[in-house]
Nanobody, 119 residues
Framework: VQLVESGGGLVQPGGSLRLSCAAS????????MKWYRQPPGKQRELVAG???????NYADSVKGRFTISRDNAKNMVYLQMNSLKPEDTAVYYC??????????????WGQGTQVTVSS
């Protein structure tokens, strides 16, 4: 299973970005899909997650501003980020729990996309 994120960039405080993560390969099933981020000089942290049935959870720091969603038909997960703050600056990674036709249930990570919030 390969993951490719897109949609990062430079945005002013208060602005919005939408991140996308596309899963590809010989996918048998995708379970939980999550977004993590790693701010400069800090540890990676969970931002939001969504189960295969659509149940979501968010870090307290992004509740009410970020929305995670998924398109099961396209094997994609999205992160809509509104009211962005400088402290949201980080490399954002998607992670999925998935099975392909050759590998047992495993976690897969994307390569990351940079989000910079600055005026």
């Amino acid at each position: 299973v390969q993951l490719v994120e897109s949609g990062g960039g430079l945005v002013q405080p208060g602005g919005s970005l939408r991140l996308s993560c596309a899963a590809s390969g010989s996918i048998f099933s995708i379970h939980a899909m999550k977004w993590y981020r790693q701010p400069p000089g800090k540890q990676r942290e969970l931002v939001a997650g969504i189960t295969s049935s659509g149940r979501t959870n968010y870090a307290d720091s992004v509740k009410g501003r970020f929305t995670i969603s998924r398109d099961n038909a396209k094997n994609m997960v999205y992160l809509q980020m509104n009211s962005l703050k400088p402290e949201d600056t980080a490399v954002y990674y998607c992670k999925v729990l998935a099975r392909d036709y050759e590998t047992p249930l495993s976690d897969y990570w994307g390569q990351g996309t940079q989000v910079t919030v600055s005026s």
